[in-house]
């Protein structure tokens, strides 16, 4: 069975444009969850998304939002792009809402220049 | 009160002996304590995870020891393996209207040396 797919993998924008990443959960996976990965730190949850619908939401500005498709597939998107937003961008699925059991994908590298 | 505080920043162990990181929380809401490992350029992978009424959790070479009164928790890596040689962050999650929000230590960089 096929992991957690994230796409792009690498990703350069410059500040104040928009980007879009993409994740595609494990099959028969219904939850997405987002988590920026700054280098040298810990995964930070930015949202979580459960039957399209939104679970949580972390504490990142409004200029992050998600949303989840009905193949529970998702997409993150960041507005006016900041320097401070080039991280490592994880998704992360499981099987229900509260699984105790989150796979991440590979990420996708984002540099903002 | 979200933090998990993670130490040591880096290990360096020598291949055959006991690699140990230890992690503590706060928020006694905590249900849920995973160990994600990390190679450079992938995505963590769930290693071990451990609920807070048992003490000990072991999987193959890979145990988590759990201190509820003290709030912490721990791995022990035994007989370690250069293979072993990467990020491990802990993490913890607070079921909270059904959210899986996971909050992550800061990361041990692990090196094994031959």
């Known amino acids: 069975d096929a992991g957690v797919t994230q796409s792009p993998t690498h990703l350069i924008k410059t500040r104040g444009q928009q980007v879009t990443l993409r994740c595609s959960p494990i099959?028969?996976?219904?939850?997405v969850s987002w988590y920026q990965q700054v280098l040298g730190q810990g995964p930070q949850f930015i949202f979580q998304y459960y039957e399209k619908e939104e679970r949580g939401r972390g504490n990142f500005p409004d200029r992050f939002s998600a949303r989840q498709f009905p193949n529970y597939s998702s997409e993150l998107n960041v507005n006016a792009l900041l320097l401070g937003d080039s991280a490592l961008y994880l998704c992360?699925?499981?099987?229900?809402?509260?699984?105790?059991?989150?796979?991440f994908g590979p990420g996708t590298r984002l540099t903002v220049l | 009160q979200q933090q998990v505080k993670q130490s040591p920043q880096s290990l360096i162990v020598q291949k055959g002996g006991i690699s140990i990181i230890n992690c503590a929380y706060e928020n006694t809401a905590f249900d849920y304590f995973p160990w994600y490992q990390q190679f450079p350029g992938k995505g963590p992978a769930l290693l071990i995870a451990?609920?807070?009424?048992?003490s000990e959790k072991k999987e193959g070479r890979f145990t988590i020891s759990f201190n509820k009164s003290a709030k912490q928790f721990s791995l022990h890596i035994m007989d370690s393996q250069p293979g072993d040689s990467a990020t491990y962050f802990c993490?913890?999650?607070?079921?909270?209207?059904?959210?899986?929000?996971?909050?992550f230590g800061t990361g041990t960089r692990l090196t094994i040396i031959p």
């Open positions: 451990i609920r807070p009424d048992v």
């Open positions: 099959s028969g996976h219904k939850s």
């Open positions: 993490a913890a999650r607070a079921t909270n209207f059904g959210n899986e929000k996971l909050t």
């Open positions: 992360a699925s499981s099987s229900t809402g509260t699984s105790q059991r989150q796979f």
